[in-house]
């Protein structure tokens, strides 16, 4: 009996230290968790401002036929670094990321010469460019 009624006389502070574990715990979490969405977030942005230097690229190498600002090695570094970012983000991101990257490999070189393979780099990243807004919307 003597526990019953420690725990009787206790019971403000008892309820008291329950309510600060799960307010810490909730705290931890929420922070956490706000943490992970800045990161994605700024990876997001980040990727989006690549994104539109890629596209660039790609229209001065096919339209223009710029060799300086159409150089094939700024795409290259362009993508590669898309695809570094992307490891930030949800998988959903980071596949098309990659399949970007593929087809920009199996692409560069025709750009100016053949009109589907500007089509083909314009497509991947525009469904890059999707996702990645999509990512950034559902995001608490």
């Given at each position: 009996?003597?526990?019953?009624?420690?725990?009787?006389?206790?019971?403000?502070a008892?309820?008291?230290?329950?309510?600060?574990?799960?307010a810490l715990g909730y705290n931890t979490w929420?922070?956490?968790?706000t943490e992970a969405n800045r990161t994605v977030r700024t990876a997001g942005f980040e990727m989006l401002v690549?994104?539109?230097?890629?596209?660039?690229?790609?229209?001065?190498?096919?339209?223009?036929q710029d060799g300086v600002g159409g150089n094939p090695?700024?795409?290259?570094?362009?993508?590669?670094?898309?695809?570094?970012l992307s490891?930030?983000?949800?998988v959903d991101v980071h596949q098309r990321t990659d399949e970007l990257?593929?087809?920009w490999e199996d692409n560069w070189a025709q750009l100016g010469q053949d009109d589907s393979a500007v089509m083909s780099v314009d497509t991947a990243i525009d469904n890059l460019r999707m996702d990645l807004l999509t990512a950034?919307?559902?995001?608490d």
């Open positions: 009996m003597r526990l019953a009624e420690q725990l009787k006389r206790n019971q403000l008892i309820i008291s230290l329950i309510v600060a574990l799960t929420r922070n956490e968790l690549h994104i539109g230097e890629l596209q660039r690229i790609t229209y001065l190498a096919h339209y223009d090695r700024k795409g290259w570094a362009e993508a590669l670094l898309l695809q570094d490891k930030l983000m949800p990257l593929g087809i950034l919307a559902e995001l």
